[in-house]
């Protein structure tokens, strides 16, 4: 285990007992928020993207040595493990190596070659590998026999070369240095399948197009292969055949004679029916899954920005689901999201129905003193927006939304738990209202699949992207924390150490003895113990508590250092917690002990002077231009405000109010050369866009921010500090260039492009 520490650390350029103690912390059930925030003495400061690098990887360290384990049994079984090849396996420090050493004695379907050795021809096979001048006729003539099967000459030499190629398509060493020909020279060859054009017409960039492997970027494979699996293209992907049989040749022929000429022929047949279809299969999912750690990666890091958009906060709100012909669903919810009152208006259909909209609307905003009003984005929403706006409603703030999901979460378990009396019409109103009040709150219950941020999510390994947007949404409803007394389940269940069923049995304990007044409380709640307690208790807020420090992220393990502190200063926790000159006083040194360092002690500092602070931006209000509701209204040269709401490998989509959004190709975000959009920007962030291409048929809108490129000033008021995002990206040292069979090199491969 201590050879897995050690890779580790330098992988990510760390001490080895970082390592180790992460690792214990790991083992013993606690989370990687919990380890990243509370723990920071053990693990050195890491942070939550270097904890869980460390948690995948010994994962798959641990998986290696299973698998090590099963193939030393199985040669031992079978009587052919032998010291060497016991060393080798031993030493393969990847899957894919350790599966190359197994491949010639794993058990196999029956073969051309198994039945060549059946038949006896494995001396002769032998014979022509050493490539002796030998008169080679007149030896394969000894192995006919025909109640063996071997009837001519030409049979016998044909089961000869079937076992070399056979055996050197299975040589390790060789299928190492093919792989990274075809990873190093390959190309990807894609062509339309004959009669499909026309149906396949969203394929069409792919209709006959060539892309080394070692350059195609993801979102080309992924939608190549996309067009393959609907069977629109026919995809290939080889090297140069010449250059892969000559690589064989090298390394195999040693003589130029006729025993030579039958190797080269095994070596000819042995690429084209077994080493290539092989290759080509191993590095299609190299590639794939390279494709999918990055997709995954983007998807998750757009989903992050979106779950921390800034929150109108708790606010009176009027939500409207717009719609033409079947009317716009509004309704009312108090400061805490509760639905109030609903009722559908139809602003679209005529002067009639318009009036007695107009009549509607008013009553309800007077009713029910509202302070903003949210507008789903999707169909009629612009149209909407102005029927609201030109109501000139005093003092409330009229907000569009972006309404992906909303759909997804009214027809949900979730949905009909909450409102089991109401259509899903008024349950999606509800929830475009409540994700204007809290982002995060609202999104958590509903599928991070479905809010329409990522790029071929569909095709992506779904276990994969699963742990990932877990870990994403855990790490955002950690850095925020969660209100105890207000919070639902689906938010409750992602607070480290709790789960699904304790967050329920605190819903239920909430609603049976009423909110909770201190954290301590929170043992009461059946099943939840002292481990779920100490990893969920600090991310767990109480306004209004009878201890202040409940309403902050001090742990409450730290109570009593706090209120040391406060008695040596001869004053409250909550004149401490007020004062800024007495907390200053502080000589933090004082307080070190083997279990507290200066890490932990300034953290709480920063609780003490902003108890329960928001790491998220303040909320601002947004419109699109007047006048701008469609497609058609866009003209070339057009300069319009919008809102980015998806990040790809390729650009920006930024929503300009045209229920159609535009791309910001990745050389139109800025002057200078980036690699990745969100290097400038952020989903939801508000950026001024210029058209500068309309395609009316397609409904493809393209976009350049180049004139309007945020000032670094800006950027950096628009981002939380290091201390306040909740999933940072480590910076590690540079390394030799990762091997294509490692997952986590592939991934820290990545975040040092992104990070360097």
């Not at 195999?252 to 080493?275: C, E, P």
């Not at 909407?384 to 309404?403: G, K, S």
């Amino acid at each position: 285990m201590n050879t897995h520490y050690k890779k580790i650390a330098s992988e990510l350029s760390i001490a080895e007992k970082q390592v180790s103690a992460t690792v214990d912390l790991l083992d013993e059930g606690a989370t990687v928020p919990f380890i990243s925030r509370y723990r920071k003495e053990l693990t050195g400061t890491l942070d939550e993207v270097q904890v869980t690098a460390i948690r995948d990887r010994i994962q798959q360290l641990r998986d290696l040595d299973k698998r090590r384990e099963a193939i030393l049994k199985s040669l031992t079984e079978m009587g052919k493990l032998t010291p060497e090849l016991e060393t080798q396996i031993n030493a393969a420090e990847t899957m894919v190596a350790l599966e190359d050493i197994y491949l010639p004695y794993r058990p196999k379907r029956k073969t051309r070659a198994t039945t060549a050795r059946e038949k006896g021809l494995q001396p002769l096979a032998d014979l022509l590998m050493e490539q002796k001048r030998i008169d080679v006729e007149a030896e394969a003539a000894k192995y006919i026999d025909e109640e063996k099967g071997v009837k001519s000459l030409e049979e016998a030499l044909a089961g000869a070369r079937d076992i070399l190629a056979e055996f050197i398509s299975e040589n390790a060493e060789v299928r190492t240095r093919m792989r990274n020909l075809f990873i190093e020279k390959g190309v990807f060859q894609s062509k339309v399948v004959e009669g499909k054009e026309e149906a396949g017409i969203k394929y069409k960039d792919y209709f006959d197009w060539t892309e080394p492997v070692k350059t195609v970027p993801s979102h080309r494979i992924l939608a190549m292969r996309r067009g393959e699996k609907e069977e629109i293209l026919w995809l290939d992907l080889k090297p140069e055949e010449d250059e892969a049989i000559d690589l064989l040749e090298k390394a195999f022929v040693t003589g130029n004679n006729t025993s030579a000429d039958q190797v080269k022929q095994a070596i000819t047949d042995g690429y084209k029916r077994l080493l290539k279809p092989s290759m080509e299969t191993e590095v299609r999912l190299f590639t794939k899954k390279k494709a999918d750690e990055e997709a995954i990666r983007v998807f998750a890091e757009n989903a992050r920005q979106l779950l921390l958009g800034a929150p109108l906060g708790q606010k009176r709100t009027m939500a409207i689901d717009p719609g033409f012909r079947t009317g716009c669903k509004v309704v009312c919810l108090d400061e805490q999201g509760k639905l109030l009152e609903y009722t559908a208006i139809f602003p679209h259909t005529g002067p009639g129905q318009a009036r007695e909209a107009e009549k509607t609307t008013k009553h309800l905003f007077e009713k029910y003193n509202i302070e903003a009003i949210a507008i789903g984005n999707g169909t009629a929403g612009r149209e909407t927006e102005v029927f609201i706006r030109n109501l000139n409603l005093p003092n409330a703030a009229i907000v569009m939304v972006n309404e992906s999901g909303a759909s997804i979460y009214s027809a949900s378990d979730v949905a009909r738990e909450e409102f089991p009396e109401q259509d899903i019409t008024v349950r999606g109103a509800v929830s475009i209202g409540r994700r204007l009040m809290d982002p995060l709150a609202e999104l958590v219950k509903i599928d991070p699949k479905s809010i329409g941020v990522g790029q071929y999510q569909h095709d992506v390994d779904q276990t994969k992207l699963q742990t990932s947007l877990d870990d994403t949404v855990m790490s955002c409803v950690n850095a925020v924390g969660v209100e105890l007394n207000t919070a639902s389940k689906q938010i409750l269940a992602y607070v480290s150490g709790l789960g699904p069923q304790l967050a329920q049995n605190i819903v239920e304990y909430r609603n049976q003895n009423g909110a909770f007044k201190r954290r301590d409380q929170l043992k009461k709640v059946p099943r939840l113990g002292d481990k779920a307690f100490e990893q969920a208790a600090g991310f767990l807020r109480i306004h209004h508590a009878e201890n202040p420090l409940d309403t902050s992220a001090v742990h409450p393990e730290r109570y009593a250092l706090v209120e040391q502190m406060a008695k040596d200063l001869k004053c409250s926790v909550k004149e401490l917690m007020g004062d800024d000159k007495l907390r200053k006083s502080i000589p933090l040194l004082k307080y070190t002990s083997e279990t507290v360092g200066l890490p932990t002690l300034n953290d709480i500092m920063a609780e003490l002077a902003k108890p329960g602070r928001d790491p998220r931006e303040q909320f601002e209000a947004f419109s699109f231009t007047e006048g701008v509701n469609s497609i058609n209204d866009l003209k070339v040269g057009m300069k319009l405000p919008g809102i980015v709401t998806n990040i790809t490998n390729f650009g920006a989509f930024v929503d300009i109010g045209v229920h159609q959004d535009g791309l910001v190709h990745l050389s139109q975000i800025t002057n200078r050369f980036i690699k990745d959009a969100n290097e400038i920007l952020k989903v939801a962030q508000k950026v001024e866009v210029t058209v500068t291409d309309v395609d009316i048929n397609r409904k493809r809108i393209a976009l350049s921010m180049k004139e309007n490129e945020p000032k670094p000033a800006e950027r950096e008021r628009r981002e939380p500090s290091r201390e306040q995002r909740p999933a940072q990206k480590p910076v590690f040292n540079k390394k030799p260039a990762p091997q294509p069979e490692s997952d986590l090199q592939i991934k820290l491969a990545a975040l040092k492009d992104k990070f360097r």
